[in-house]
């Protein structure tokens, strides 16, 4: 009696592979840690090992994340008795660490009445990533009473900038972690000068002057006098 029968490969599991965390890169490329890596499965004294030299890992997506999920392929059997296993690729996971950038007021000196707009800078992001908007919060510093608050202030006086709230036209602020850095607003006061005008010369007691005077600042001028015995203002 003649029998036939099929021999299959024994499958192998390797186990001890550790998706290795980095920062995000805007990258799903991923990298798998096999030092502590070991086949199990393997029959008797067989000489069977594994082999990364063309490995590739890929993350289920490039955004950042805790315990992301990776796809490995390309571990390879080696060894004399390699051709009787397959290797089940290893199923590991890793994090993509949020990515750190600093969003910087600008410094702002402006003369008081001038109308002004807040900036920022930013330090490099990951690939085409932008910010394009900013909050921006003002206080009063240096004796300067201004409650913290994002309208603008007026007065004469120094000012903190904080900007907050980073609003990205490219990318998403959820791959980074920001950090933003305060500057200075300064409102100096206006350098006037006042011109009069020409007056003629008057007898005591006539007819009262029409005093005019004009700011370069554009203020108004008003008038009081300092010898009421002599003249009056009304």
């Not at 290797?87 to 993509?96: D, E, G, K, M």
């Not at 000012?159 to 950090?179: D, E, K, M, R, V």
């Not at 005093?211 to 009056?232: E, Q, Y």
Request: proline share 3%.
């Amino acid at each position: 009696v003649t029998q036939s029968f099929n021999v299959t490969t024994k499958v192998l599991t390797l186990t001890g592979a550790v998706g290795v965390n980095r920062d995000f890169n805007g990258s799903s490329n991923a990298e798998v840690d096999f030092s502590a890596a070991q086949l199990s499965g393997i029959v008797g004294a067989d000489n069977v090992a594994f082999s990364t030299a063309s490995y590739s890992a890929i993350f289920s997506n490039s955004t950042a994340g805790a315990s992301k999920s990776i796809s490995v392929s390309g571990v390879a059997l080696t060894g004399a008795q390699a051709s009787r296993y397959t290797l089940t690729q290893p199923t590991v996971s890793a994090t993509i660490n949020r990515a750190s950038a600093t969003v910087t007021a600008g410094p702002i000196s402006v003369p008081h009445g001038t109308t002004f707009s807040s900036t920022f800078t930013n330090s490099p992001l990951v690939g085409s990533d932008a910010i394009g908007q900013m909050v921006y919060t003002y206080a009063g510093t240096n004796g300067t009473t201004y409650t913290a608050s994002t309208t603008k202030p007026t007065a004469v006086g120094t000012y903190s900038i904080t900007p907050s709230g980073a609003g990205f036209t490219s990318g998403t602020s959820t791959n980074y972690t920001l950090s933003y850095t305060a500057s200075t607003l300064t409102i100096t006061a206006l350098s006037s000068s006042i011109t009069f005008g020409s007056l003629a010369d008057r007898i005591y007691g006539i007819a009262p002057l029409a005093l005019t005077a004009t700011a370069s600042s554009g203020l108004t001028v008003s008038f009081s006098t300092v010898t009421p015995n002599v003249c009056t203002v009304n």
